[in-house]
């Protein structure tokens, strides 16, 4: 029951963000003239410069899905199915905006008119929540990201750098097609508010901070940092690597406002402990319990 469950969750999410998706790109961007990136923008740019019987849903379909069956074997088959779940989504949907429905796009946007601006931004910022409710749900929705997980590290580049290097020969192509620069550079904006957007949809708002503390007080502070967080510490033994002097190392998950709160009780308890703060993508699990770890063994 819990698995069919997760997985009727798992596909309205995947349905949700394919619909959102094609509401972005069809409702916003497309009759804007300006580019999503990777394959999205892709399969606009070809759907503008080919014959009429060659319609965007079409592009999205034969550009995406040779690179997930191509890349199966190293993502998996759960991914892969979430992915092609949702381009599929995506694909119909577009059709159905485009195609099938009476939508008025003589104005441009039936949202934004011809408001380029607003069409970047309101087309980016949808295109991009569908796009992280894809990754939440385990999959992509543009095999531009599977295309460099497949080819970056031959190239001897990053991921993140194939996708932008791939975006931007989209978009200097897209101007020497239509001998302007005004529809990429806007198209840069819609980009740049995807991105925006994909991240507050995978990371959230509140997103959490992993706070290290080396102390000679280790015992006071976790106790102290337990109880006014109400939040699980882990303790590990430590040594100094310069004076070989014995320490403690607490280690905490906290949200982006606790971060104050933490480091006035370090200051108030151990002014000369040691205190960095860094970004944590995910957390999965934990009991806000306080616990030490000694030796590899919870005590």
């Known amino acids: 029951m819990k698995k069919s ?3 009727f969750i798992r596909a309205a999410g995947l349905t949700a963000a394919g619909i959102i998706n094609a509401v972005g790109v069809t ?3 497309a009759p804007a003239e300006l580019f999503d990136s990777g394959i999205s923008g892709t399969a606009f740019l070809l759907d503008m410069v080919t014959p009429p019987f060659m319609v965007l849903s079409m592009f999205l379909l034969i550009l995406n899905v040779p690179f997930y069956i191509i890349g199966a074997k190293n993502l998996g088959r759960g991914f892969v199915a979430a992915s092609l779940y949702a381009i599929a989504v995506y694909s119909a949907f577009s059709f159905l905006f485009r195609n099938v429905l009476p939508i008025d796009f003589s104005g441009g946007s039936p949202f934004t008119g ?8 309101f087309g980016g910022m949808l295109s991009g929540v569908g796009s992280g409710m894809v990754i939440r749900f385990g999959g992509a929705i543009d095999g531009v990201e599977v295309m460099a997980v497949l080819f970056a590290k031959k190239m001897g580049v990053t991921v993140g750098m194939f996708v932008m290097g791939y975006n931007i020969v989209l978009y200097t192509v897209s101007a020497l097609v239509f001998k302007s620069w005004l529809v990429p550079l806007y ?3 819609t980009y740049a508010v995807g991105i925006k957007a994909v991240d507050f949809v995978v990371e959230g708002l ?4 992993a706070v ?4 000679d007080r280790g015992s006071e502070l976790q106790q102290k940092l337990a109880a006014q967080l109400g939040r699980g510490v882990t ?3 430590a040594s100094g690597g310069y004076s070989n002097e014995e320490k403690k190392m607490i280690f905490c998950v906290v949200n982006r406002f606790e971060v104050g709160l933490a480091k006035r009780i370090v200051e108030e ?3 000369k402990a040691f205190v960095t703060v860094t970004d944590v993508s995910e957390t999965v699990g934990g009991r806000k319990i306080a616990f030490s770890i000694r030796r590899g063994e919870r005590g």
């Open 269 to 271: 308890n151990d002014p």
């Open 27 to 29: 409702l916003f961007l």
């Open 5 to 7: 469950k997760r997985l």
């Open 206 to 209: 509140d997103k959490a901070k």
């Open 187 to 189: 198209s840069v904006v």
């Open 235 to 237: 303790v590990f033994d």
């Open 114 to 121: 011809n408001d380029k601006l607003l069409s970047a931004v």
């Open 212 to 215: 290290y503390i080396v102390t």
